[in-house]
């Protein structure tokens, strides 16, 4: 499974940003599809997690309300559209896919296959 991230870039504070990441070489439509991020000097953090059909979805406790998981099982993609983005934010944002599980899991350990991440900076 190959996983390709974009969408990522300089965004000013208050701002929004939606990254997209392209599955292939597996069997999307079965999987469970995860974000991860991690900031300089810092351990990788659960962002957001969507099940196989889209049908449940979990967020990390700073991400609520304001980041809002997706999928497209005909476009193999899973996407993270960002509001209200704040230098916080900022970090290397990761794709993550586990074919072993319909629903999302929120530990970084429980996925398999993993994108090459895009930058998120957020300043003014």
């Known amino acids: 499974v190959q996983l390709e991230e974009s969408g990522g870039g300089l965004v000013q504070p208050g701002g929004s940003l939606t990254l997209s990441c392209v599955a292939s070489g597996g069997t999307f439509s079965n999987d469970a599809m995860g974000w991860f991020r991690q900031a300089l000097g810092k351990e990788r953090e659960f962002v957001a997690g969507?099940?196989?059909?889209?049908?449940?979805?979990y967020y990390g406790d700073s991400m609520k309300g304001r980041f809002t998981i997706s999928r497209d099982n005909a476009k193999n993609t899973v996407y993270l559209q960002m509001n209200a983005l704040n230098p916080d934010d900022t970090a290397v944002y990761y794709c993550?896919?586990?074919?072993?599980?319909?629903?999302?899991?929120?530990?970084?350990?429980?996925?398999?296959?993993w994108g090459q991440g895009t930058q998120v900076t957020v300043s003014s």
């Open positions: 969507i099940s196989w059909n889209g049908g449940t979805t």
């Open positions: 993550a896919a586990d074919p072993q599980h319909y629903r999302p899991l929120v530990v970084a350990n429980g996925y398999q296959y």
